[in-house]
């Protein structure tokens, strides 16, 4: 969070980019949690600390209305323009077990690298419960899983919560069988 060439200067928040470490590359990703992050680095080395800044994945959620809209890595413009090679997999699923009241269509979206399987990215849209099954994808991302990997994840199970095989999931396996077919 230091500034280049200048030995006692730090910056954090939505002034600066940030190391971006599905593609490698820096980008401007101003979000709340990074600035919080920033702050801390900043504060502990001001006082004669060390602490560094890791870097994102670059993970958002938001609602609109009843809708939950979340994603973390790389969207399909992002991976082209780094030029990573990918395959997508889209699934349909439900927020809770299909029989328990209230559940609720999501749509998964993910992104594997061709070749090599690695989580690139995903999309998440749903009503309530869709949102923060994000995080999963995000600390998968920040682990540099492979989606066949992902498929093995021991992810918490009950009706109210989830179907048996939770949407991510399914997802990480159907882009996990787009992998192996391009293979």
């Known amino acids: 969070m230091r500034v280049r060439g200048h ?8 002034c600066v980019e940030v190391l971006d470490l599905v593609s490698g590359q820096q980008r401007h990703i101003p979000l709340g949690t990074h600035a919080n992050k920033h702050g801390q680095v900043i504060g502990t080395n001001a006082g004669g600390g060390y602490a560094t800044f890791p870097g994102v994945v670059g993970t958002a959620v ?6 939950e809209i979340a994603r973390t890595g790389l969207r399909e413009k992002d991976a082209r323009r780094v030029g990573l090679r990918f ?3 889209t699934i349909e699923s439900t927020s809770r077990a299909g029989y328990y009241p209230d559940a609720s269509p999501m749509t998964v979206k993910m992104l594997a690298e061709r070749r090599t399987g ?16 994000v995080d999963v994808a ?3 991302l920040t682990a540099g899983m492979t989606v ?5 994840l021991d992810l918490g ?12 999931l399914v997802a990480a396996r159907k882009a996990a069988r787009a992998v192996e077919r391009e293979a």
């Open 7 to 14: 030995e006692n200067i730090w910056a954090g928040g939505d």
């Open 62 to 67: 938001s609602k609109v209305c009843d809708l």
């Open 87 to 89: 395959v997508t997999a």
């Open 118 to 133: 690695r989580l690139l990215g995903v999309q998440i849209v749903g009503r309530e419960g869709a949102g923060k099954r």
């Open 138 to 140: 995000a600390v998968a």
């Open 148 to 152: 066949d990997r992902m498929t093995a």
């Open 157 to 168: 199970y009950a009706p109210p919560f989830s179907p048996v095989w939770d949407p991510v």
